[in-house]
């Protein structure tokens, strides 16, 4: 069965202060993975997508990496703001079946001041 | 254009009503999904449509009512809802990247639904 496993569920941390968001899944065959923000109550909003060929990716203060060796990736944020307080999602793609992705359960973080 | 548009922001209807989701793409892209959210859940997938075609129903109860009217447009055909039913309903278009080999999935800013 196709899994997508994000850890930590939840995190705060101060503003100004760095953080990586974990992401590990079982998807076979893979395709690709993004990371989405997600603020309450809205839609996913794309971060980063990276295949398997990718190791890494930036998106201004946010950086994806990928290890498809070991089926893991991780979303590093830089000198974190109020404004990234938000749910990031781990989204992953198998190939030939496009149509049909795995979400992770997300991480839930909080910038606090 | 690069945005998915949903229409209305937030609804509010009873058991007994009739009434329809909207969404809208301008990017050219052939698939387009409903997703359901409950809060702090992860979307699950209910339609998708691909090239104006149902390719995938994720076993979604018939009060809930797809229809793909052109390749821009994806509406959600609501009847006799239930109280569980109240969720963020998103919709998405995904476009296929030929550098590397992948697809993306774009998504609107959601609808959300309170069924009283």
């Known amino acids: 069965k196709n899994q997508v496993e994000q850890s930590p569920q939840s995190l705060i941390i101060l503003e100004g202060k760095n953080c990586t968001l974990q992401?590990?899944?079982?998807?076979?065959?893979?395709?690709?993975l993004r990371w989405y923000k997600q603020d309450t109550g809205r839609g996913p909003v794309s971060l980063t997508i990276?295949?398997?060929?990718?190791n890494t990716k930036s998106n201004g203060r946010y950086t994806a990496t990928l290890d498809a060796d070991t089926k893991q990736s991780s979303l590093h944020i830089t000198a974190s703001q109020l404004s990234d307080s938000a749910s990031y999602i781990c989204?992953?793609?198998?190939?030939?079946?496009?149509?049909?992705?795995?979400f992770g359960t997300g991480t839930k973080l909080q910038v606090i001041p | 254009d690069t945005e998915v548009t949903q229409t209305p922001k937030h609804l509010v209807m009873g058991m007994t009503n009739k009434k329809s989701l909207k969404c809208e793409q301008h990017?050219?892209?052939?698939?387009m999904y409903w997703y359901k959210q409950k809060a702090k859940k992860p979307p699950e997938l209910m339609f998708v449509?691909?090239?104006?075609?149902?390719?995938i129903n994720e076993s979604v109860p018939s009060r809930f009512s797809p229809e793909c009217p052109n390749s821009s447009l994806l509406n959600l055909h609501l009847h006799a809802l239930q109280p569980e039913d109240s969720a963020l309903y998103l919709c998405?278009?995904?476009?296929?990247?030929?550098?590397?080999?992948?697809?993306?999935?774009?998504f609107g800013p959601g609808t959300r639904l309170t069924v009283t």
């Open positions: 998405a278009s995904s476009r296929y990247h030929d550098r590397p080999p992948s697809y993306e999935q774009y």
């Open positions: 992401c590990n899944y079982t998807v076979s065959p893979f395709s690709n």
């Open positions: 990276m295949t398997f060929s990718e």
């Open positions: 989204v992953v793609s198998p190939s030939g079946g496009y149509q049909k992705v795995t």
């Open positions: 990017m050219g892209h052939r698939a």
């Open positions: 449509y691909s090239y104006e075609k149902l390719s």
